[in-house]
């Protein structure tokens, strides 16, 4: 893998992009694997978090992910490291996603039943499709408001057919924190994406988080010994899936599309994690969770419906 360093220009070559045909298919597909893969997140976080404490397993996986993704960079074939402002941008963007949105997500889902988990992370789209429209200047089209009010009265139902009213406000508090830092940091990903290519800036922003996070080391080598290899390979889990894969499928996405129809896709999340959580630990959803997932999948068609 051979690493070169770039001048911050306005006029520096952007990342060749494919054809619109091409991307006619392949935005969506890769929107579809992030989807997909961060759905069954949540199984992998509630597998390992009986036994990994919240700054352990944010480590565990970030570092698992940045090794993955040194090894994805290596078979790409060179990384375009940004210099200056961009530089500070990324390792910004990558300390406050990979690294306090873990941590955040990690510490609300200890304490927090699954409902209401999900209803504080639906709120992320509804944040990032605000935030971009002030902001990015894609304004606020009525099918993907539509959408994403649909989508979010889906999350609600899973919410309430999921929730134990176990949570508290502290976790409360976090769960929000959670859901303000995935939107920031996709609106700041997406600023910075015209000045470095989707694959550097997730393997530069996964090596910041896992810096930042260093501290919790003492912590997960003491885990690690006493935690089972199941706990474990959930961790490994993901940090390749959910974490390096999931990412770079995503910031191919966003480098093509709208944030906030990007965003509005996510929503599909919710669902699948319903159906594998049937699937994989026996839970057997409800009528209402399973109407809501429905709600949630027709509000991601109504969004992005033209995703491109």
Not at 97 to 117: K, S, V
């Amino acid at each position: 893998m051979s690493t070169t360093t770039v001048p911050e220009t306005p006029e520096a070559p952007a990342a060749p992009t494919a054809p619109p045909s091409t991307n006619r298919f392949l935005v969506p597909a890769a929107a579809a694997v992030t989807v997909v893969l961060w759905g069954s997140a949540f199984i992998g976080i509630r597998s390992a978090g009986f036994d990994y404490s919240p700054g352990a397993l944010a480590l565990g996986r970030i570092f698992v992910g940045t090794l993955a993704l040194t090894v994805i960079a290596g078979l790409a074939g060179k990384l375009r490291l940004p210099r200056g402002r961009t530089l500070v941008g990324v390792v910004v963007w990558g300390v406050l996603w990979f690294g306090l949105y873990n941590l955040a997500l990690n510490a609300a889902e200890r304490t927090l039943d699954a409902g209401t988990a999900s209803l504080l992370v639906g709120l992320a789209p509804i944040l990032i499709a605000v935030f971009a429209g002030i902001s990015l200047g894609e304004g606020f089209p009525a099918r993907l408001l539509a959408g994403i009010g649909i989508a979010f009265a889906g999350v609600a139902g899973i919410a309430l057919a999921t929730s134990s009213g176990a949570s508290d406000v502290v976790s409360v508090l976090l769960g929000l924190a959670a859901a303000v830092i995935y939107a920031g940091s996709t609106i700041l990903q997406k600023r910075l994406l015209p000045q470095v290519d989707s694959l550097t800036m997730t393997w530069l922003g996964c090596l910041a988080g896992t810096v930042a996070c260093l501290p919790f080391l003492p912590v997960l080598v003491t885990e690690l010994v006493t935690a089972p290899t199941s706990a474990t390979l959930s961790v490994v889990y993901l940090g390749v899936f959910p974490t390096a894969i999931a990412f770079v499928t995503w910031g191919y996405a966003l480098t093509r599309t709208t944030a906030g129809r990007l965003g509005a896709a996510t929503y599909a999340a919710a669902p699948l994690a319903v159906l594998m959580s049937w699937a994989l630990l026996g839970e057997v959803p409800t009528p209402v969770a399973l109407a809501g997932g429905a709600l949630c999948l027709a509000g991601v068609l109504v969004a992005t419906l033209r995703l491109r």
